[in-house]
């Protein structure tokens, strides 16, 4: 018999690594940016939940996992640590959403996640397969190691696999 698959939940700028089966889960992204990469022949993968775009432009650098460029590069280096080949990572993405507009300024700290970390996957050579960022609402993400399937919940848009 088929066991489920261990659950395990990343918090806010925080990132977890593992063999599959696993799925991973991040919880109330609104402008943060859920990050899976994943080797599908090594079969393991990871979800990093980050906050803002770079850490260069950061006063405080103590958590580089708050950070699109530097969380990215963590994950990677895990996942190759654990033996996985550069060549074959994917990866998925999900949240940005604008959450915050003030008159006609919007802050908008989302749409610039997005763009950081799809810089810094062009950057590394990592395809991004699919995302779901953008709009004005929050999402949670599961992550599925072994089939790559990210679903993303939201309360007014249902799930939606990518």
């Known amino acids: 018999m088929d066991k489920k698959p261990e659950k395990i939940i990343i918090g806010i700028a925080d990132y977890v690594v593992v063999h ?17 990469i ?3 022949v090594a079969r393991f993968g990871g979800l990093a939940h980050i906050l803002l775009p770079s850490i260069k432009e ?27 080949v550069k060549s074959r ?24 996640n997005v763009e950081a ?7 590394m050579n990592i395809p991004l397969l699919a995302s779901d960022t953008g709009a004005n609402y ?3 993400i599961e992550f599925n190691i ?7 919940k939201s309360a007014f848009n249902g799930i939606k696999d990518i």
């Open 58 to 84: 950061s006063n405080n650098k103590e958590n580089p996992l708050k950070f699109a460029d530097s969380a990215i590069e963590i994950v990677v280096d895990t996942l190759l640590k654990k033996g996985c």
């Open 138 to 140: 929050g999402r949670t």
């Open 20 to 36: 599959n089966p696993a799925v991973l889960v991040t919880i109330g992204l609104g402008s943060c940016v859920g990050i899976s």
């Open 117 to 123: 970390v799809k810089q810094k996957l062009k950057e």
């Open 146 to 152: 072994a089939s790559g399937v990210m679903s993303v």
């Open 89 to 112: 990572l994917e990866a998925k993405i999900a949240g940005g959403a604008s959450m915050f507009t003030f008159g006609t300024n919007t802050m908008n700290i989302g749409e610039r």
């Open 38 to 40: 994943r080797d599908p």
